[in-house]
């Protein structure tokens, strides 16, 4: 039972923030058809944007209060929208002869421009980054501590997951949908495709902005590539382990990811056996089992 | 396939002789002039001696970074070989080529064989975990081909590499140089040769049967397999050799600095070596070569850029700026250039193959760029 719930706390912990970058992949995929790997960039940049503000410099100390991390948070979610549509308009809609395997090596590029400018302008070194709640509580039963920031992560990913099945059933939701499906079609119904695309991207890039700024409070620290690194390729297999289609499969699969890993990890660490990088194998094996027998993922109706 | 037509630069007329060539009049091919025959052997001979002199012309401190440019130069041939003829793309090309380095330190190191054994070993090695690999692009395309490289790529730098008694753990596995290739020089040299049998290779490869089969592949697999390609022996084929090639390339990256640990195959080193392919131009071995060579020596250029040109940009700009510049050539050749260097020395390219300088349409205009499958896995 013990092992069970410290399997489920741990895999949340890290499983919500890959969910939460998995629906910014499933977003812009739903709207676009392309795999987006900066999507983790973005999250890091406006994390350093709302560090900006907290500390009021880029050497100083990011400061303790929390009514600062609030506006904070605001400042980082418009940059990481502003920075989402930038991507599109600047690159991914001009690539050559785009297949989806060009676009995806496109936004490599966009996100290695980005971890190089993150560490032209702010260096190498880790910086202190603050949680929304700091402390936790004692979970019964299972003798771990639960940092209250895991509860945050919980609500906020629920919050965006509701906002999202709620903004598809609106018109505009629905025109989004109808561009991926069909872009020519739905331009003939009279929806602003070119829009709608630049809508995806902003609203990745403002999840992709809470994604970092949740992220970067799980190790209580910001460096530059944080997100890459660290969330991006999870995310990647827990977009597709949920089909990559389906929002609400995306964030389920990001969930499922991070408890494989917290599964690895316990697993390696109870029975003592000196494997290295138990949280890989763990991504790799979830990614090859779901695309090997299951290709279309757990909720995901089409590839 | 990314086919644009190819832009020409404005020194059109610098080689005018081109153009003088005749074409036959029975089939309306191009055929070299005497002049022009004599004109491209010498440039060409120029060139060769040229690049045979860089070893011996660059300050000793570099000479490593020149044996570095030459296994970029294999590493983006390998990445080529899927990249550019068969249309997959590989996001984790470090796993293949630190299996080859740590191979051939272990074959060198722990079992006391021989350099050409630790090569030999490295290059098996290498083509089995390709194999491995392209069992499962046998099921998969596109997209999701790409993230299992990446996956595979992670997997490989944090557990394959950190097993301790098959690498050196975190202190790494020494791969020593044979006694006469202890000279930085001549092991330049020994990089160089190994390159030029690439090349030749990859030219054969190209020129055979076997090479058309897999660039039929990139195009469509569905019309390969109608016209008689046997897709799936193809793709693993292709796997196999470009697993092979990395294999040797890692080799001689361990035996540059002498010692090969699991910090030298991050998984951003492999997006380094997706970029290289892609800047030189996929399906271009010329372009590709200097693709991978241009990114082994960019940090070095830029810093001695910023020692010794005191003008702006160079004053600002410096080996820091790096990963920066080619993340931007990335992203720009994809917009401006799909097809890379080989697209802009297009016309050059053409004249140094023996054809004309100029254009006059057909096959060989089409630009390769980087392709890919569509989305999703086939059943």
Redesign the interface.
């Known amino acids: 039972m013990g092992f069970v719930l410290r399997i489920l706390v741990f895999g949340l912990q890290a499983g919500a923030i890959y969910a939460l970058v998995a629906l910014g992949i499933a977003l812009v995929y739903k709207a676009t058809g392309i795999l987006n790997f900066a999507q983790g960039e973005l999250g890091t940049i406006a994390a350093f944007s709302a560090f900006f503000v907290l500390a009021g410099g880029l050497d100083a100390e990011a400061s303790d209060s929390k009514l600062r991390l609030i506006l904070a948070t605001l400042v980082a979610v418009v940059v990481g929208a502003a920075f989402g549509v930038l991507v599109n308009t600047l690159v991914v809609r001009h690539v050559a002869g785009a297949s989806p395997v060009t676009s995806l090596v496109a936004t490599v590029g966009v996100a290695l421009f980005l971890t190089a400018a993150q560490t032209l302008l702010f260096e190498t070194r880790a910086r202190n980054f603050p949680r929304y709640i700091d402390g936790g509580f004692r979970l019964p039963l299972a003798n771990v501590n639960v940092p209250w920031h895991t509860i945050v992560i919980l609500v906020v990913l629920a919050g965006v997951a509701a906002s999202l099945a709620v903004f598809f059933r609106t018109p505009y939701g629905i025109a989004l949908l109808a561009t991926a499906e069909e872009p020519f079609a739905a331009e003939l119904q009279g929806v602003p495709v070119a829009l709608m695309r630049t809508i995806a991207w902003g609203g990745a890039g403002a999840l992709g902005a809470l994604g970092g700024l949740l992220g970067a409070g799980f190790f209580e620290n910001l460096q530059p590539g944080l997100m890459t690194t660290t969330f991006l390729i999870p995310a990647f297999v827990g977009a597709v382990l949920g089909g990559i289609g389906s929002l609400v499969g995306s964030a389920v699969g990001g969930l499922i990811v991070g408890a494989s890993v917290a599964l690895a990890n316990q697993l390696v660490r109870t029975f003592e056996v000196d494997v290295p990088g138990p949280p890989q194998i763990a991504v790799l094996v979830v990614l090859l089992g779901v695309l090997l027998f299951k290709p279309n993922g757990l909720l995901g109706d089409r590839v | ?4 037509a190819t832009r020409r630069p404005s020194g059109d007329d610098v080689v005018a002789e081109g153009r003088r060539g005749n074409r036959n009049a029975d089939d309306g091919r191009f055929v070299v002039s005497p002049q022009g025959m004599a004109a491209r052997v010498a440039v060409l001979v120029g060139l060769l001696l040229l690049v045979l002199a860089i070893p011996v012309i660059v300050p000793d401190v570099y000479t490593n970074v020149v044996s570095r440019a030459a296994i970029y130069a294999i590493i983006a041939l390998s990445m080529n070989v899927l990249v550019g003829y068969t249309g997959q ?1 590989s ?1 984790g090309h470090t796993a293949f080529v630190g299996v080859g380095a740590f191979a051939s330190g272990y074959t060198m190191t722990e079992l006391g064989l021989p350099f050409g054994a630790g090569i030999a070993m490295s290059a098996f090695t290498g083509a089995v975990i390709a194999l491995g690999l392209g069992f ?1 692009a046998l ?2 395309a ?3 081909l ?3 490289t ?3 790529a ?2 490989a ?3 394959l590499f ?2 301790r008694s098959l690498t050196g753990g975190g202190a790494g596995m020494p791969a020593d140089r044979p006694a006469f290739l202890i000279d930085d020089t001549r092991y330049a040299y020994f990089c160089f040769f190994m390159l030029a049998l690439v090349l030749a290779f990859d030219w054969r490869l190209t020129a055979t049967r076997l090479g058309r089969a897999i660039r039929a592949l990139r195009d469509d697999e569905r019309v390969a397999a109608s016209w008689g390609v046997d897709v799936a022996r193809f793709k693993l084929l292709a796997f196999v050799i470009s697993g092979i090639l990395a294999g040797i390339a890692g080799a001689l990256f361990a035996s540059t600095e002498q010692i090969v640990s699991a910090q030298d195959f991050t998984f ?1 080193v492999s ?1 380094t070596f ?2 290289m392919t ?1 800047v030189g131009g996929a399906g271009n071995r010329w372009g590709v070569a200097q693709g991978g060579a241009l990114f082994a020596v960019l940090p070095t250029l830029l810093e001695r850029a910023h020692e010794n040109f005191h003008v702006i940009p160079f004053t600002w700009i410096n080996a ?2 790096e ?2 510049i ?3 050539l ?2 720009l050749t ?3 250039y ?1 097809g890379g260097i080989a697209q802009q020395q297009a016309h050059l390219l053409r004249w140094l193959s023996f054809g004309p300088w100029k254009s006059h349409g057909g096959d060989d205009d089409k630009v390769a ?9 086939r059943p």
């Open positions: 396939m990314t086919a644009t793309v996001l499962v099921r998969l596109g997209l999701y790409a993230l299992v990446i996956a595979f992670l997997f730098q944090e557990t950190n097993i951003g997006l997706l970029s892609v820091r700026f990963p920066a080619a993340a931007l990335l992203v994809l917009i401006f799909p760029g980087i392709t890919g499958g569509s989305v999703g896995a």
